[in-house]
């Protein structure tokens, strides 16, 4: 895997806002109109903003896959964050679910544990590549970084399908959030 750049951005978003089209989770904060697939990709502009100021973007060699990791620790206040959160309120969220994507946002934090930790906040590979090998390819160079780091991986997901994936991989569930679908959060301990 290869760290991103900041001219990989939008090769970064093309791949994640093809990944999350359908995803539940992303479709529950993204406002659902006409510009819906618009509000995913800002959805992903955010996410990569973030994670280029408090984490790592990653993307896979042939550069089809790619990872935002946040350390959640890290992350602060700053004139440039909360501008990002304006932004993310104003393309992606819409005003109407302001309070629906905190209340959601809020009971993540309450069963997310407070400990240093390798955050998977996205990873996906571009749809037309899929299922040859790239995300697992991937998902092991970032478990080999998270025990270089030595911080244990979190993740959610609302996509069934990938449970057993993961599972795979070492990683457990250590806990549900019902919603309107349901969230599972994963957890991977650093080796």
């Known amino acids: 895997m290869i760290k991103a750049s900041y001219s990989d951005k939008s090769l970064v978003l093309d791949i994640l806002t093809k990944s999350f089209d359908t995803n539940k989770s992303v479709n ?9 697939v618009q509000r995913v990709r800002a959805l992903m502009d955010y996410s990569f903003e973030v994670c280029y100021l408090f984490g790592e973007v990653y993307l896979s060699n042939n550069k089809k896959a790619c990872a935002l990791i946040l350390y959640p620790d ?3 206040a700053t004139l440039k964050s909360i501008l ?8 992606c969220v819409g005003l109407s679910n302001v309070k629906k994507a905190l209340s959601r946002e809020s009971k993540i934090k309450k069963i997310q544990p407070k400990e240093p930790m390798y955050y998977i906040w996205f990873i ?3 749809p037309a590549y899929q299922n040859s090998g790239i995300g697992t390819e991937l998902l092991n160079e970032v478990i080999e970084d998270s025990s270089r780091k030595k911080r244990p991986i979190y993740l ?15 990683f457990d569930i250590y806990n549900e959030l019902d919603l309107s679908y349901k969230l599972f959060f994963l957890k991977r301990d650093a080796a």
């Open 124 to 126: 996906g590979v571009d």
């Open 74 to 76: 890290k992350k602060k």
């Open 156 to 170: 959610e997901t609302s996509t069934t399908k990938n449970l057993p994936w993961y599972k795979k991989f070492g």
């Open 84 to 91: 990002l959160d304006i932004k993310l309120i104003l393309s």
């Open 28 to 36: 529950y904060i993204v406002k659902q109109d006409k510009k819906r």
